[in-house]
């Protein structure tokens, strides 16, 4: 083991301060990920299905034992008007944000943006009686 990977594999901070400059296999969706094009040097999400994997518990530090696959389930904006995905552990439920890639999926993401008007928590077809009420 040279020096450079023993020290990413024993300094719990080591990512928080270095580019990530290896590609993976997405665990969900078997596709090639490469860093070069995330516009970062910190990859942690596939571009295709923005699935990523329980690894950290604070960004960077690598020392989440779970390991469970983290589905993206939303979008939110940030003050600063940057995107970041909402991701959800599989096993344990975590929720972690992490800011979008210049490369991720825009259909990707604009389906999770509408999943919400896509699927309300009430039926469709009552919003006139739902919206009725509100102003009687």
Avoid at 15 to 38: I, K, N, Q, W
Avoid at 97 to 110: E, G, Q
């Amino acid at each position: 083991m040279n020096r450079e990977n023993k020290k990413r594999a024993f300094d719990k901070n080591y990512y928080r301060t270095h580019p990530c400059t290896e590609e993976f296999t997405c665990r969900s969706c078997g596709r090639l990920v490469v860093p070069e094009g995330a516009g970062s040097g910190h990859r942690n999400h596939c571009p295709y299905c923005l699935c990523s994997v329980h690894l950290d518990i604070e960004p960077g530090d690598r020392a989440a034992d779970c390991g469970g696959l983290m589905e993206p389930v939303a979008v939110w904006v940030r003050k600063n008007g940057e995107w970041a995905v909402i991701h959800r552990c599989r096993i344990c439920g975590t929720l972690s944000s992490n800011r979008i890639a210049a490369d991720d999926s825009p259909v990707k993401l604009m389906s999770l943006a509408m999943k919400p008007l896509a699927m309300p928590p009430f039926p469709i077809e009552r919003i006139d009686e739902l919206t009725e009420k509100l102003y009687e």
